[in-house]
């Protein structure tokens, strides 16, 4: 009976301690969230909060897909093409925008224009002072965040949709999943108050434009794995229809590009992670070493 006792009281003192390491480390251990694993699994672990940011993430599955627009696709630009295989590897990406709360409690400040505050998105931030919450968020959290790719964004965009936007071609259908022209009265919304995509992200064909990682990159009619384009450009892209834009403006394949220091109203972020980071985080976890 004493063994009985003794074990009871160190496996609720493991608890105790893995729960704590884990609201450290960004798992969450909320009844309505996933439990912190021993081990991580990626078929498993499919969604997960950073307590530490308030970001949510959800797990884009690895595959492939057909990056660009065919020639007959309605307002498509000549740099949608040529349509490209594209293979990517599975990654985590924000289920929303990052909003003005989670900006201003990793930067302590609201650079929006539209300052709604709480679950709006956050706005005219330049990629640099995108860069500057990554870091800053690194510090707090131990996760690496980063910008998804282009073509990254473009995939989880469509999640497995072949047509102009993720549900299919019809635009009076973008009034159920996107805040553009025709329904936003000319400002932003709270995220994910309209419906999501397959994958379960929101807000991907409006509300705001998305910056991505790397600059312009030219589409060739070979296949090709997890492409990057230049990082060191002047210029950056960026993705997604925004609160401001008619329909074929927000189109899955459509492309932006920006200066790096450039600021706007109509221009936010979400965030991603690699498997691999999550990984070591969770091993941080198991083992109490990094």
Not at 47 to 53: G, N, P, R, V
Not at 154 to 162: G, I, K, T
Request: charged residues 20%.
């Amino acid at each position: 009976m004493l063994e009985v006792m003794i074990m009871m009281r160190i496996v609720r003192f493991l608890f105790f301690v893995l729960a704590l390491g884990c609201l450290t480390l960004g798992c969450s251990v909320g009844r309505d969230s996933i439990h912190c694993p021993l081990h991580f699994d990626q078929e498993t672990l499919t969604q997960f909060i950073d307590e530490t940011t308030g970001i949510e993430f959800v797990l884009v599955p690895a595959g492939n897909f057909i990056m660009g627009s065919p020639d007959n696709e309605t307002a498509r630009e000549l740099e949608e093409g040529p349509m490209q295989k594209v293979y990517i590897d599975s990654f985590y990406m924000s289920v929303t925008e990052v909003t003005q709360a989670q900006w201003g409690k990793i930067m302590g400040s609201n650079p929006s224009k539209l300052q709604f505050g709480g679950s709006y998105p956050v706005e005219n931030v330049s990629f640099n002072e995108v860069h500057r919450f990554l870091k800053r968020a690194f510090k707090k959290s131990q996760f690496s965040y980063r910008l998804p790719t282009e073509a990254e964004w473009e995939y989880a965009c469509r999640s497995d949709a072949a047509t102009p936007y993720c549900f299919g071609s019809d635009e009076k259908t973008l009034l159920e999943y996107a805040w553009f022209e025709a329904n936003s009265g000319g400002e932003t919304h709270p995220v994910k108050s309209l419906l999501p995509n397959k994958w379960g992200l929101y807000d991907m064909h409006g509300n705001v434009n998305e910056w991505v990682a790397d600059g312009r990159r030219g589409y060739l009619r070979v296949p090709i794995r997890n492409p990057v384009g230049p990082m060191g450009s002047a210029k950056t892209m960026a993705r997604g229809g925004c609160w401001l834009y008619p329909a074929n403006m927000c189109r899955s394949a459509r492309r932006l590009q920006f200066e790096k220091d450039f600021q706007s109203y109509v221009l936010g972020f979400r965030v991603a992670l690699d498997t691999a980071a999550v990984a070591q985080c969770f091993d941080i976890l198991k083992t109490g070493k990094p």
